[in-house]
């Protein structure tokens, strides 16, 4: 298995249902944090509206991101999200 089939391919579960694939778990962590850091300074330090603000610009991010992730999965096959429980 190849990274980019590691990274891309979606997840069963043991019940078999889809969950997204290790790239769009890392895109999530990715654009919380670079986020976070953006809005920092410009909010302040103000938690609420830091908070606010962090919503506000991943959630369009976050659609887009996982779309063209999207994208790229559907060329590959699902994989088992835990390989030893059949």
């Not at 019940?15 to 944090?33: D, H, K, N, V």
């Not at 938690?47 to 887009?64: D, K, M, Q, R």
């Amino acid at each position: 298995m190849g990274v980019k089939e590691y990274l891309f391919a979606p997840r069963r579960d043991h019940r078999g249902w889809s969950t997204p694939s290790e790239a769009a778990r890392l895109f999530f962590l990715l654009t919380l944090i670079v986020t976070g850091f953006w809005a920092w300074p410009i909010t302040e330090g103000r938690i609420l509206l830091w908070f606010s603000l962090v919503v506000l610009v991943s959630t369009p991010l976050l659609t887009i991101g996982w779309w063209l992730i999207s994208l790229i999965s559907n060329r590959y096959a699902p994989l088992k999200m835990i390989r030893h429980v059949e």
